[in-house]
Antibody, heavy 119, light 110 residues
Framework: EVQLVESGGGLVKPGGSLRLSCAAS????????MNWVRQAPGKGLEWVSS????????YYADSLKGRFTISRDNAKNSLYLQMNSLRAEDTAVYYC????????????WGQGTLVTVSS | QSALTQPASVSGSPGQSITISCTGT?????????VSWYQQHPGKAPKLMIY???NRPSGVSDRFSGSKSGNTASLTISGLQAEDEADYYC??????????FGTGTKVTVL
């Protein structure tokens, strides 16, 4: 069974940093591109970042302006999101999502981890 | 990258069919057959319902279907059921190799 479990969320002050993790199991992690998607409270989904299976291709939403860094460790079946210079508007549930093999949809999602940026 | 445009809400009675539109540009929806649709119930993670415009993942009811014309994609739910009440989001791959979601549509079963 495919499972994605996010962790690392919590309360952080504006300007602070946080590192999210996503532990994958039930599939060959190293064969899939992975993504982070976020959802602010009561708002819609926002795509954050993607990373290819071997980390060759990495993309970010323009709105992040270089503050976030996506990475992965295929040996540990883990995906990461390093978030720096956090702002109140980064408050959201952060989901990791697997990209469908050979195409562009997101077929499996974690349960999400809540990041709250507040003083 | 601006969010794709969806109607804020759509409603229908049980058994009816409803259609949700998703309008983008030639740099996203119109430029690629990489439109996907997601269903999200309150407090839950999104669920993939349609990918590549019109393909259904295994396990998704055939009451859900997708299509595209120009810069607008559509999701149709036929034989509307109570459990279909949820938020629905479209998503498209873009010319910048990124992705963009729609604004979201709340479906209400009357």
């Amino acid at each position: 069974e495919v499972q994605l479990v996010e962790s690392g969320g919590g309360l952080v002050k504006p300007g602070g940093s946080l590192r999210l993790s996503c532990a994958a199991s039930g599939f060959t992690f190293s064969s899939y591109s992975m993504n982070w998607v976020r959802q602010a409270p009561g708002k819609g989904l926002e795509w954050v970042s993607s990373i290819s299976s071997s980390s060759t291709y990495i993309y970010y939403a323009d709105s992040l302006k270089g503050r976030f860094t996506i990475s992965r460790d295929n040996a540990k079946n883990s995906l990461y999101l390093q978030m720096n210079s956090l702002r109140a508007e980064d408050t959201a549930v952060y989901y990791c999502a697997r990209r469908v093999s050979g195409t562009k949809g997101f077929d499996y999602w974690g349960q999400g981890t809540l990041v709250t940026v507040s003083s | 990258q601006s969010a794709l445009t969806q109607p804020a809400s759509v409603s229908g009675s049980p058994g009816q069919s409803i259609t949700i539109s998703c309008t983008g540009t030639s740099s996203d929806v119109g430029g690629y057959n990489y439109v996907s649709w997601y269903q999200q119930h309150p407090g839950k993670a999104p669920k993939l319902m349609i990918y590549d415009v019109s393909n259904r993942p295994s396990g998704v009811s055939d009451r859900f279907s997708g299509s595209k014309s120009g810069n607008t994609a559509s999701l149709t739910i036929s034989g509307l059921q109570a459990e279909d009440e949820a938020d629905y989001y479209c998503n498209s791959y873009t010319s910048s190799s990124t992705y963009v979601f729609g604004t979201g549509t709340k479906v209400t079963v009357l």
